[in-house]
């Protein structure tokens, strides 16, 4: 299978291959990995369709610059026409009247949309566990998770089911299934692409993020979704710049690593080992890596979750059961039309996020929870771009371990806890990468992190490519 879009051009300039053809491995990929439950929906025929009309537009020289790339999205994008259920059951069989704009986006530089990929519900989750259609599996050992919330996303990537995914991030959702399955990751910057058309979790941390195996084609369809877009007032309107990759040969960096990283007591020892072993390759490479301190990083989870917890429970107050979605036969009145509807309709986790969320915002409590962590987040964020003002990037590893197994993870405090090193990036809105950097002990991929300062994507991207083809 092809590994970039590169050789996917070259080849479908050459006619060594059609899109078509292109798109019919992918589909038998699919369905050679269908008990791995990555996509919920596989849009077979219409891909095929579209494949061919692509061919014929690339016979005339008229194809846009995403020809040949065959893509899944994540089911929290919505999709004109094609059902959107965000892992869960309270949108019924709800279908999208619109395009999300990256999926304009996409369709316009005729990227192919292949399939629709399994998450936790709302995108609340870090093992692709809290999913209506079931769990989704690592498809380097299946009785492991592939992490979450984009877990179907991260699967069909590893497993060659397309090229790229297209996932969301709000607290780690596309660097955490990236680490724990071996491929890239990237959160932009707050504010880099349009959310328009993206189903909201916590919208002050909502970011579209991608995953690939390799750099090139990640930077390619990050440089055609990013930017300004009429549809969302939050978008920054500052200019894209050519993500293509400069190369970064002989460039010496400025990195640094938090010492409470390391110091944290879910770190597993293969995690730490691994990561010790990065910073002295990149110290023998001549790059300028030191310790520094941040003595927030216990603040970072509370602050991320109470905030999320708040965010979640005003934006999920739409799903009531009476313009759309899941309704509940049960009800008398209308009081138990949103009480019943809401409680069969949403899973567990969602219900006690909106609850969470409900009580941190409540008279009582909001300024003890929901402005005290507003307070922590200015000063989480301060503090972070301090170091960034000093050093190009900071380095972390992804996660404190590696995947664990299916089903082992009953307490959601725990499973909050792999989200300790991804979060802070998204408190702060700052853009981040995971990249792949080994195995552990029970061959399982680890991942590197690497944060940057605001709008600093092209610098990410070319440390990401200069880091992954350092002969380690
Ligand atoms: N695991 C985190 C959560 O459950 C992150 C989710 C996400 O980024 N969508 O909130």
Known sequence: MYTSLDLIRKDLLNGSISCKQLVEDYLDNIYKYQY???????????????????DARLNQNKAGKLAGMVITIKDVFCYKDHVLQCSGEILGDFESQFNATVIDRLIAEDAIIIGRTNCDEFAMGSSNENSAFGPVKNGLDSDRVPGG??????????????????????????????????????????SRISRHGLVAYASSFDCVGIFSKEIDSLSTVLEAIAGTDDFDSTVSKREVPAYTIKSANGVKYKLAYIKETLESEGISSDVKTNFKTQIEILKKEGHIVEEVDFPFLEYVLP???????????????????????????MTTDVHSLYKKSRTEGFGEEVKRRIMLGTFVLSANYYDAYYTKAQKV???????????????????????????????????????????LYTVQASVAGLP??????????????????????????????????????LDK
């Open 36 to 54: 791995l439950n990555a996509i919920t929906e596989v849009y077979a025929e219409e891909a095929v369709a579209r494949a061919r009309s692509i």
């Open 149 to 190: 919330s984009s877990g179907g996303a991260a699967v069909s990537v590893q497993m060659n089911m397309c090229l790229v995914a297209l996932g969301s991030d709000t607290g780690g959702s596309v660097r955490q299934p990236a680490a724990f399955c071996g491929i890239l990751g990237l959160k932009p910057t707050y």
């Open 303 to 329: 602050t991320y979750y109470i905030l999320t917890w708040a965010e979640a429970s005003s934006n999920l107050s739409r799903y009531d059961g009476v313009r759309y979605g899941y309704r509940s036969k």
């Open 377 to 419: 987040r200015s000063l989480i964020r301060k503090e972070t771009k301090r170091i960034l003002n000093k050093y190009d990037f900071i380095l972390t590893p992804t996660t404190p371990s590696t995947a664990f197994k299916i089903g082992n993870t009953s307490d959601p405090l725990e499973m909050y806890l792999a989200d």
């Open 432 to 469: 981040a990468i995971s990249l792949p950097c080994g195995y552990c002990s029970k061959n399982m991929p680890i991942g590197l992190q690497v944060m940057a300062n605001d709008f600093k994507e092209a610098n990410l991207l070319e440390f990401s490519s200069y880091f992954l083809n």
